[in-house]
């Protein structure tokens, strides 16, 4: 006897805390007052670290700025390098991702994707003059990023480029400096940003030519709709209101260190 | 080379505490704070092990032996994959970054001290476990009160060992993102970008610094004034002349 | 519960035992190069030569007290950057040498740089554990080789070594075991062995359990053939107990 009602004690209390676990993320996050955000700390200009403040700054943090004031909580940084976004997420140590996201099928089994932000497409950095045309890929050693969709991209692209990963792209970076490979495989808009950051920036190129079209996203645990439907709305609002278009000027516009002309608004269709 | 100094010299704040007080603590004083919890706990895992080992019998006592060899035989790096990655997911809870390192390394720590902590209570011998029972103590108590003492100060070297190998297995702690030193250093190295020669010597160094001073450290509390010894000379004597004998 | 979602494809296992190859073949070489660097480092200690024993001390200090990590950070990064830049080129070609029977590629420099960071770590601690064993070897002995008449080097080699072998042979299969598991350090150089596989299997499939299950699995497979090598050593030969 007693220990049946001592069960029906223990399963009672474990339903009514399973239940207040699935509470909301959304109003978790209001009722703690603070949003934790994973973005980069070396990749700039979406995410790095100011040498002067030692604070990371960058378009996503913008962007994770202005969600968080909209919730009026406290923004919370983790930095993360590409290869780590997904298990921060679904290991619930953030709660949003802004990481120049790339929106794929595969991953939105895993992860939620907010309406793209941003549109890019992979691109290669290497030394002038020696990278013309992408069929010379499979004859070369590629530095690429663990975790990356460009990764993927050009191991099924070019199936017999030899490519290394690591762990962030300036690692490649410093490989390709040194020769260990002949080219490094990233967006063209961090390939860009890279570059502009560098002192001997004049031996290298961004040969014209992608392999594919990608748009970044938000990253969302799944199961958050309303956490999901708040993050579109505020970036809706943000390009209505004009602050996205202030946003990619701060940081791309023509007055930065890395020009780059936006083709890609919050809500444009996007081409398959 | 001095663009590279003062480079690095401007990063030494940086380095050493972080983003502190502005952000989380980072740098060298975090390494600091991850060794110290690291080896407090895995003394703690370390000592309740190696009693563990040497009071039990039979298939516990295997047991014990196979949890303890699983965790002398997985790499670090994995095992904070594992804590770090599905710790949370099977646990369903969130598990600070800085807590599932701790994790992994008081554990492997502690796997390692077991075995130090048993061979320690089996070098003080049984006879000092006998003179205990005959006295009229009690198993638990002669361990506590005559083996323990005399075992803890021949395991201390192993103990101060494994110390100072915690505060380089903190470094691994920057695969999972948390701002320790080499994480830091990682950062900083990626925004220079042209001087990795010279911020991983200095990083260097300065694990260096750690490691060399926190042995000096533990090995004066532990032992005392007794220093370590220096590597002699082994040298074997020239033969013996054969002497004529009268 | 535990998330298990179906076996991973074969291409992703295929991916993992490359890999584990890769782990396997650079443990051994490490483990090669260690020992006869660990043999010279703990001479050089116990030499009679005080410059060389200092030496001997200072590249302990150095190699011991800092991490694996930043060391490898410093080969594969730091060092590519002093050497000049046909030599960089010249390592990062493929060269095949042809030996009739087989070929030799030139490793990858990844590999070598790892090789080189992994063996100058491992004979730090593989030296300390010759020196152990040579002072564990009696002084008596060394008296006994005198007096029967044996110089210095013949006492070495036919004396003191085989007991100071013995004696170390246990502890040399712990390092041997730290080797295996420190090679698992060399993912963050972009060297795909083990550990670098398990997390692009895991990016790439998003199967974590999976596939670090099978990393580690064979990470413990490795170092539990090495304890029973070990046993197997310790029982084989003429070995009769060194008595005190």
Same mark, same amino acid.
């Given at each position: 006897?007693?220990?049946?009602? /001592?069960?029906?004690?223990?399963?009672?209390?474990?339903?009514?805390?399973?239940?207040?676990?699935?509470?909301?993320?959304?109003?978790?996050?209001?009722?703690?007052?603070?949003?934790?955000?994973?973005?980069?700390?070396?990749?700039?200009?979406?995410?790095?670290?100011?040498?002067?403040?030692?604070?990371?700054?960058?378009?996503?943090?913008?962007?994770?700025?202005?969600?968080?004031?909209?919730?009026?909580?406290?923004? $919370?940084?983790?930095?993360?390098?590409?290869?780590?976004?997904?298990?921060?997420?679904?290991?619930?140590?953030? @709660?949003?991702? &802004?990481?120049? &996201? !790339?929106? !794929?099928? $595969?991953?939105?089994?895993?992860?939620? &994707?907010?309406?793209?932000?941003?549109?890019?497409?992979?691109?290669?950095?290497?030394?002038?003059?020696?990278?013309?045309?992408?069929?010379?890929?499979?004859?070369?050693?590629?530095?690429?990023?663990?975790?990356?969709?460009?990764?993927?991209?050009?191991? !099924?692209?070019?199936?017999?480029?030899?490519?290394?990963?690591?762990?962030?792209?300036?690692?490649?970076?410093?490989?390709?400096? !040194?020769?260990?490979?002949?080219?490094?495989?990233? @967006?063209?808009?961090?390939?860009?940003?890279?570059?502009?950051?560098?002192?001997?920036?004049?031996?290298?190129?961004?040969?014209? &030519?992608?392999?594919?079209?990608?748009?970044?996203?938000?990253?969302?645990?799944?199961? $958050?709709?309303?956490?999901?439907?708040?993050?579109?709305?505020?970036?809706?609002?943000? $390009?209505?209101?004009?602050?996205?278009?202030?946003?990619?000027?701060?940081?791309?516009?023509?007055?930065?260190?890395?020009?780059?002309?936006? /083709?890609?608004?919050?809500?444009?269709?996007?081409?398959? | 080379?001095?663009?590279?100094?003062?480079? =690095?010299?401007?990063?030494?704040?940086?380095?050493?505490? %972080?983003?502190?007080?502005?952000?989380?603590?980072? %740098?060298?004083? *975090?390494?600091?704070?991850?060794?110290?919890?690291?080896?407090?706990?895995?003394?703690?895992?370390?000592?309740?092990?190696?009693?563990?080992?040497?009071?039990?019998?039979?298939?516990?006592?295997? =047991?014990?032996?196979?949890?303890? %060899?699983?965790?002398? #035989?997985?790499?670090?790096?994995?095992? =904070?994959?594992?804590?770090?990655?599905?710790?949370?997911?099977?646990?369903?809870?969130?598990?600070?970054?800085?807590?599932?390192?701790?994790?992994?390394?008081?554990?492997?720590?502690?796997?390692?001290?077991?075995?130090?902590?048993?061979?320690?209570?089996?070098?003080?011998?049984?006879?000092? #476990?006998?003179?205990?029972?005959?006295?009229?103590?009690?198993?638990?108590?002669?361990?506590?009160?005559?083996?323990?003492?005399?075992?803890?100060?021949?395991?201390?070297?192993?103990?101060?060992?494994?110390?100072?190998?915690?505060?380089?297995?903190?470094?691994?702690?920057?695969?999972?993102?948390?701002?320790?030193?080499?994480? *830091?250093?990682?950062?900083?190295?990626?925004?220079?970008?042209?001087?990795?020669?010279?911020?991983?010597?200095?990083?260097?160094?300065?694990?260096?610094?750690?490691?060399?001073?926190?042995? #000096?450290?533990?090995?004066?509390?532990?032992?005392?004034?007794?220093?370590?010894?220096?590597?002699?000379?082994?040298?074997?004597?020239?033969?013996?002349?054969?002497?004529?004998?009268? | 519960?535990?998330?298990?979602?179906?076996?991973?494809?074969?291409?992703?296992?295929?991916?993992?035992?490359?890999?584990?190859?890769?782990?396997?073949?650079?443990?051994?070489?490490?483990?090669?190069?260690?020992?006869?660097?660990?043999?010279?480092?703990?001479?050089?200690?116990?030499?009679?030569?005080?410059?060389?024993?200092?030496?001997?001390?200072?590249?302990?200090?150095?190699?011991?007290?800092?991490?694996?990590?930043?060391?490898?950070?410093?080969?594969?990064?730091?060092?590519?950057?002093?050497?000049?830049?046909?030599?960089?080129?010249?390592?990062?070609?493929?060269?095949?040498?042809?030996?009739?029977?087989?070929?030799?590629?030139?490793?990858?420099?990844?590999?070598?740089?790892?090789?080189?960071?992994?063996?100058?770590?491992?004979?730090?601690?593989?030296?300390?554990?010759?020196?152990?064993?040579?002072?564990?070897?009696?002084?008596?002995?060394?008296?006994?080789?005198?007096?029967?008449?044996?110089?210095?080097?013949?006492?070495?080699?036919?004396?003191?070594?085989?007991?100071?072998?013995?004696?170390?042979?246990?502890?040399?299969?712990?390092?041997?075991?730290?080797?295996?598991?420190?090679?698992?350090?060399?993912?963050?150089?972009?060297?795909?062995?083990?550990?670098?596989?398990?997390?692009?299997?895991?990016?790439?499939?998003?199967?974590?359990?999976?596939?670090?299950?099978?990393?580690?699995?064979?990470?413990?497979?490795?170092?539990?053939?090495?304890?029973?090598?070990?046993?197997?050593?310790?029982?084989?030969?003429?070995?009769?107990?060194?008595?005190?």
């Amino acid at each position: 006897m007693k220990i049946k009602l /001592l069960a029906a004690v223990v399963t009672g209390s474990l339903l009514v805390m399973s239940s207040l676990a699935h509470a909301d993320r959304l109003d978790d996050i209001k009722k703690a007052g603070v949003l934790r955000v994973a973005t980069f700390d070396s990749n700039p200009p979406f995410g790095f670290v100011d040498p002067k403040t030692n604070k990371i700054v960058g378009l996503d943090v913008d962007y994770a700025k202005a969600v968080a004031d909209k919730l009026g909580v406290k923004l $919370e940084i983790q930095p993360t390098n590409p290869a780590n976004r997904i298990a921060f997420l679904t290991s619930k140590k953030v @709660d949003l991702v &802004f990481a120049n &996201f !790339t929106i !794929t099928d $595969e991953r939105k089994k895993e992860v939620d &994707f907010s309406t793209p932000y941003f549109a890019s497409g992979t691109q290669f950095i290497a030394k002038k003059g020696t990278l013309k045309t992408p069929e010379q890929l499979n004859d070369l050693r590629v530095g690429a990023d663990k975790g990356t969709t460009n990764e993927q991209q050009v191991r !099924t692209q070019f199936p017999r480029a030899t490519i290394v990963a690591y762990d962030d792209t300036p690692f490649a970076f410093a490989a390709l400096r !040194t020769g260990n490979v002949q080219a490094i495989t990233q @967006d063209g808009p961090k390939l860009v940003g890279l570059l502009a950051n560098v002192p001997d920036r004049d031996k290298y190129e961004i040969p014209a &030519f992608t392999i594919s079209n990608d748009y970044e996203g938000v990253g969302v645990p799944k199961g $958050e709709p309303r956490l999901l439907s708040f993050v579109n709305d505020t970036l809706k609002d943000l $390009e209505a209101n004009g602050s996205a278009g202030h946003i990619y000027d701060q940081w791309f516009g023509p007055k930065s260190r890395a020009p780059l002309p936006r /083709l890609y608004k919050i809500g444009d269709p996007q081409k398959s | 080379m001095n663009d590279a100094f003062s480079a =690095i010299l401007a990063n030494v704040p940086y380095l050493l505490v %972080g983003s502190f007080p502005d952000g989380p603590l980072g %740098g060298a004083a *975090l390494t600091l704070v991850m060794a110290a919890i690291s080896a407090v706990l895995s003394a703690v895992l370390g000592l309740a092990g190696g009693i563990g080992l040497a009071m039990t019998r039979g298939v516990l006592h295997t =047991i014990l032996l196979a949890v303890i %060899g699983f965790f002398r #035989a997985i790499p670090v790096l994995m095992l =904070i994959f594992w804590t770090f990655f599905l710790l949370p997911v099977l646990l369903h809870i969130n598990v600070p970054g800085l807590a599932t390192v701790v994790a992994a390394l008081a554990l492997i720590g502690g796997a390692y001290l077991s075995h130090s902590v048993f061979a320690g209570i089996v070098a003080v011998g049984d006879g000092q #476990a006998q003179a205990g029972l005959s006295l009229g103590l009690t198993r638990w108590q002669s361990m506590r009160y005559v083996l323990l003492p005399q075992a803890i100060r021949i395991m201390a070297p192993s103990f101060i060992n494994q110390w100072v190998s915690l505060v380089k297995d903190t470094s691994l702690a920057y695969i999972v993102g948390v701002p320790e030193l080499a994480f *830091l250093a990682n950062q900083v190295n990626s925004r220079l970008m042209i001087y990795p020669v010279q911020v991983f010597l200095f990083v260097g160094l300065l694990y260096l610094i750690l490691c060399t001073s926190l042995d #000096a450290l533990a090995t004066r509390l532990l032992l005392g004034r007794e220093a370590v010894a220096e590597p002699r000379a082994i040298v074997t004597p020239l033969p013996v002349p054969i002497q004529h004998r009268k | 519960m535990i998330p298990i979602n179906g076996w991973l494809a074969p291409k992703y296992l295929t991916w993992l035992l490359q890999g584990f190859g890769m782990t396997l073949g650079l443990s051994a070489l490490v483990i090669v190069a260690g020992t006869l660097g660990g043999c010279l480092l703990a001479l050089a200690r116990t030499s009679r030569i005080a410059p060389l024993r200092r030496a001997g001390a200072l590249y302990v200090l150095v190699f011991r007290n800092s991490p694996l990590i930043v060391q490898l950070l410093f080969w594969y990064f730091g060092v590519a950057t002093l050497l000049p830049e046909h030599a960089m080129t010249w390592l990062n070609t493929p060269h095949v040498i042809d030996l009739g029977i087989f070929r030799l590629h030139w490793p990858s420099f990844e590999f070598v740089a790892g090789w080189i960071g992994l063996t100058c770590y491992s004979i730090t601690f593989i030296g300390e554990e010759f020196r152990s064993g040579l002072s564990g070897v009696p002084a008596g002995q060394h008296n006994a080789a005198a007096a029967l008449g044996l110089t210095p080097l013949a006492a070495f080699f036919h004396v003191i070594l085989p007991q100071a072998v013995r004696i170390s042979t246990p502890p040399l299969f712990g390092q041997y075991m730290n080797i295996v598991k420190n090679s698992s350090l060399t993912m963050a150089i972009g060297l795909a062995e083990l550990s670098y596989s398990s997390r692009q299997v895991d990016t790439e499939t998003f199967k974590t359990f999976q596939a670090f299950g099978v990393a580690t699995v064979l990470y413990i497979l490795t170092i539990a053939m090495l304890e029973v090598v070990l046993v197997v050593v310790q029982r084989s030969g003429a070995r009769t107990a060194v008595r005190r």
